[in-house]
Structure formats: C-alpha cells, structure tokens
C-alpha cells in the first residue's frame, strides 16, 4: 500500500497509502433514512494490469499444520450476520454475506461472475464421501430454510434458450448432475436441448 498512515474521524479509524485505504469503524448509533453504513471498508486500486497479471481486494488464508490433528473444521474467511430483539431490524433481507460483479463502461467483458468456487485438491489419502463445491447446512430449531435457491428479479421466458428460466415441452434429459442429500447421492436430470 505504499506510505501507510492513520487518522480518527469521529468513531472510524482510517489506515490510507497511497493506493487505497482501510477503515474500521469502532460504534455507530441508530442510521438515518436510506443511509448504508460499513463496519470494515478496504478500498483498493490498481491502474493498468499487464498481460496474465491478477488482482484481489482482500486476500484471506487460514492454514492449519497438518500434524496438528482433530480440529472440527477450517475455513478461510467465516461471516455471520445477527438478528436479535422482538422486532426485526429491517423489512428486507438478512443474508451473511453478499457479493456483486459490476461492469460498465464502453468494454466487451470476459466471463464474469459474482462468485467463483475453485476446488484445489492435490492430496494423496483418502477420499471422504462428502466432498463438493457448496455445503448446506441446517442449525436452529425452526428449520425454516426449506427452498434449495430462490431467483428473483428474474422473468420466466416462453421456448427460450437465452434467458435464465424458460418454459418449455417435454424434453428427455441427456444429462445428470450428482447432488448429495445427507449420505445419499442424487441426480437432477437436466438436457443439453434447447427449449
């Protein structure tokens, strides 16, 4: 981050170099209508990137010493968001974390997506029968989590290979994609025909 230097300003506290910033804010009181407040701000800029160069905001690494032995379980970068009290604090949505991929401007963008999931695995023991990419799990005691995923501010399309949710005919399916549920493995059927 180059010449690092910090500041207060009121309850935040403000780490900046000279290409970017991080902010943490200490309390804050009740917010003011249409207001967004964060609690932890990293601002970080690159100007151009050469040829098969890469760029991450924040980087998060979590590493256990394989010798170590029985821990419960590892992960690099764990969020929770509370709700407490008789009411609940907003009309919206509570969601642990979320994340967006914004692209503007006069360019022909590559792939992009909001998340990517790269599963690394070069190890030579055993294989456990529980591996994938995204792990759902159920805490609590009321267990009101009953949709896999819900798609919103989608409109469901007539015979049409272009948009995200189309109606279409029967279609034999050509294809399965393996899904597990508790120790029992599943297939969703799905076709590789467009509607």
Known sequence: MGN???????????????????????????????I?????????????????????GANFIATANVAAGSGAWLSGIFAKAYSVGATAPVTGYISAAEFECSISGLQNPPAHACIVLNMVDASTGSASSQNAYIFLRQY?????????????????????????????????????????VGSTPYWIMVTSTSP
């Open 140 to 180: 609590g005691t009321e267990a009101r989590a009953n949709n896999f995923l819900w798609i919103a501010d989608h409109s469901i399309g007539t015979n049409s290979g272009s948009v995200l949710i189309s109606s279409t005919t029967a279609r034999t399916h050509s294809h399965s994609i393996k899904i597990l």
């Open 4 to 34: 690092l230097a910090w500041e207060r300003k009121g309850d935040d506290i403000v780490f900046k170099g000279d290409k970017g910033s991080v902010k943490v804010m200490q309390t804050f009181g009740p917010l003011a209508a249409s």
């Open 36 to 56: 967004e407040k964060h609690a932890f701000d990293v601002n970080a800029f690159i100007g151009k990137m050469a040829a098969g160069s890469g760029f991450v």
